[in-house]
């Protein structure tokens, strides 16, 4: 398993004025759902840093998308998309120590202006066989890396109808459409040596 380069202390990193927050609220500093709804996943994140300074980019660590070979272009970014929501999700959710060492900068312009938050990190997308990405899937959890994935099952018709289909298809069927996956270089790399870069 990799050791993981423990995360900065973030009472020693300055608080921001401007620009995207450097905290996440906690969910009892505005109108959310009861606490006997909650599920496991709700999280304090009060005081967890998530935009960085240039100099406290981490580049020791890195994302991976990785896509089923020839799918549509327009589905090809759906799936990305919802796994790049889903990793920093899922970061915040069960592994809040990662965040700094996804690298979220402010990018200012010259006019003052804030575009953020933007990683400083490398985000490769690839692509190959469905079997390498649910390898990937396992061999990614097993090495105790941060990871998503996104199946066929997730598309079409309503957010019921996704679930609904999910439900009903045993893990050894599912189509994975893609796999996310973040943590440190060197390993990562290992896991997706296969996959080519998408073009």
Request: net charge neutral.
């Amino acid at each position: 398993m990799p050791s993981f380069k423990a995360a900065p202390d973030t009472a020693s990193i300055r608080p921001r004025s401007s620009g995207f927050a450097t905290t996440l609220r906690s969910p009892d500093s505005h109108v959310s759902r009861p606490p006997q709804k909650r599920t496991a996943a709700y999280t304090m994140l009060e005081n967890t840093q998530i935009v960085v300074t240039p100099e406290e980019v981490d580049a020791e660590y890195k994302f991976v998308v990785a896509l089923k070979a020839k799918l549509d272009p327009g589905v090809a970014t759906n799936a990305a998309s919802h796994l790049c929501l889903g990793l920093v999700a899922k970061a915040a959710a069960e592994r809040p120590e990662l965040l700094p060492h996804m690298s979220f900068l402010d990018f200012p312009d010259a006019d003052a202006g804030t575009h953020a938050p933007v990683s400083g990190l490398s985000l490769v997308v690839l692509e190959g066989r469905p079997a390498w990405l649910r390898r990937l899937r396992g061999e990614a959890s097993a090495a105790g890396l941060l990871s998503t994935d996104f199946t066929g099952q997730m598309t079409g018709g309503s957010y019921a109808d996704q679930l609904e289909r999910m439900r009903r298809t045993p893990e050894s069927e599912l189509d994975y459409y893609g796999v996310a996956v973040f943590g440190p270089r060197d390993a990562v790399d290992p896991l997706t040596k296969k996959f080519s870069l998408l073009r």
